[in-house]
Each structure stands twice: as C-alpha cells, then as structure tokens.
C-alpha cells in the first residue's frame, strides 16, 4: 500500500534562477521538501507538533535526479508520498511534473527522529507517521553511498553563520549543497548543468563550525564530482554529482 499524496503548484520567478539559467539548486530542493512540511501541517503533525515533544525531523540522504530542469516563468507542480519507515528510518518520495503532466525531477529522501537536546536518533513514534498511511516496514532500505573523495582537485573553508542554522539547530541541508558546488570552477558551472544528486549527511554543524568543501573528479570526463563537508578532521556530509553540459547558449552568461 503506498502513502498518501500531496501536491501543490508554484510558479518559477526570477529570484529563483541562477546564472546559467536554471532554478538553483537549492531552490529546487527547498521546493521538493516544502511538499513535505506542508502535507505534515494539514495533517496536524507539522514542525510546530513535532518540536513540542522535543523532537525533529532530520535528513539522512537525499537521491535527486533531474530529467529537465524548471525553467524561468514556468508553473510545475509538486508531489511527494511517504512510501516506507521501520524503528528508526522513514522514505519519501518527491517528483515535479511541468504543465503537461510529464515527471522532470524525482527525487527519494531518508528521515531520523531526533530528540532535540540530546541530539540522538530516538525510535520513530507512530502517530508521527501512521497518518501518512506508508508501509511499516522490517528493515531499512538499501541506497546507494555517494563516492568518497580520497585526493582532493580543490577546496574552500566556509565560517558557520548564524543565518546557516534551521529550526533543527544545526546548519540547514541545503546550504551543504552550495558549498559543494562552490569549490568548482566557475566555468565548469557555467557550462554543466547536475542529473543527478546523491548526498548523505554524517554529522551535524553548528555555530561556530568551520566547513571545508572539497571536489574531486572522479570520472575522466570530468562529468561525475566526489564531494565531502568536514569540520577539522570529521566528515560531516558527502555527496556525488553526475553532470552533463549544458544545451549551447545557454549557459553563455557573465
């Protein structure tokens, strides 16, 4: 039996494209998991609900994959089922469809229940979830690990701000996601475009941390990245990108 759906329609503006003429990446993810946050709410077990029991929802690993990215002015929508969860993990898929009905962007995501001050994964509470009417499940699914990086090409260090911080009290998921793509070339990111994201965080950053985003390329097309966020020695999240080169003109952009 699957989950119950939830869609909503947005239309595409221009605060929310980058140079090559793409929605940003994080955008994208913000608009795929707002499907999420706004299904719990009109369900009665939204952030506010959850946060009064002391707990949170985390993101463990996200696996985006893009067919076609939104463009400037156009109005898509947005779905999103809870598919699976067994003691301690949930699985929810995400999809956008364009006008036509045609999927361009699905992605799969895996969730914890955290309580909040003692920040430990705790086992999923059932009225959190029955709702959804997913599959309880025995065990956890198996998703495929991003890369690691063993020689880094390139890297950056990133101060933790405090506008870096989410309800959850630690660095928001999508900015790991700008600092990955920001230890590349700019002209590397002016001529390709992402199809697929996979990402996995590890450990938590906070106030006061230092991130170091470092690449490696791990193909010799130089279309698949390694990515890693650590903090001093600790891995707090990787990632690996797959790419393709970006339809000619448009990403001829300064």
């Not at 893009?66 to 999103?80: L, Q």
Request: aromatic share 10%; proline share 2%.
């Amino acid at each position: 039996m699957a989950g119950k759906i939830y869609s909503y329609r947005h239309q595409i503006v221009d605060y929310e494209m980058s140079v090559t003429g793409n929605v940003k990446l994080t955008t994208l993810l913000n608009l795929l998991m707002l499907a999420s946050e706004q299904q719990s709410t009109e369900l009665g077990v939204g952030a506010a609900q959850v946060q009064a029991r002391g707990l949170g929802w985390i993101v463990t690993q996200h696996d985006l994959h893009v067919t076609r990215w939104p463009h400037y002015g156009e109005t898509i929508t947005v779905f999103t089922q809870a598919t699976s969860y067994n003691k301690y993990f949930c699985y929810r898929d995400f999809w956008i469809e364009d006008a036509q009905g045609t999927e361009i962007v699905r992605m799969h995501t895996v969730f914890v229940l955290i309580d909040l001050d003692k920040r430990k994964i705790v086992p999923v509470a059932a009225d959190l979830v029955d709702i959804f009417q997913a599959d309880k499940v025995r065990r956890g699914e198996r998703i495929t690990n991003p890369a690691k990086v063993t020689a880094p090409d390139a890297g950056k260090d990133y101060a933790i701000r405090f506008t870096d911080l989410d309800l959850n009290r630690h660095v928001h998921n999508t900015n790991y996601f700008d600092w990955m793509t920001d230890a590349l070339d700019r002209e590397f990111l002016l001529r390709h475009e992402p199809v697929r994201v996979n990402i996995k965080y590890e450990k938590e950053l906070h106030y006061g941390d230092v991130a170091r985003s470092e690449v490696q390329f791990i193909s010799d097309d130089h279309l698949r990245t390694a990515h890693q966020i650590k903090n001093g020695d600790e891995v707090n999240c990787v990632a690996e990108i797959e790419w393709r080169p970006i339809a000619a003109g448009k990403g001829d952009h300064e």
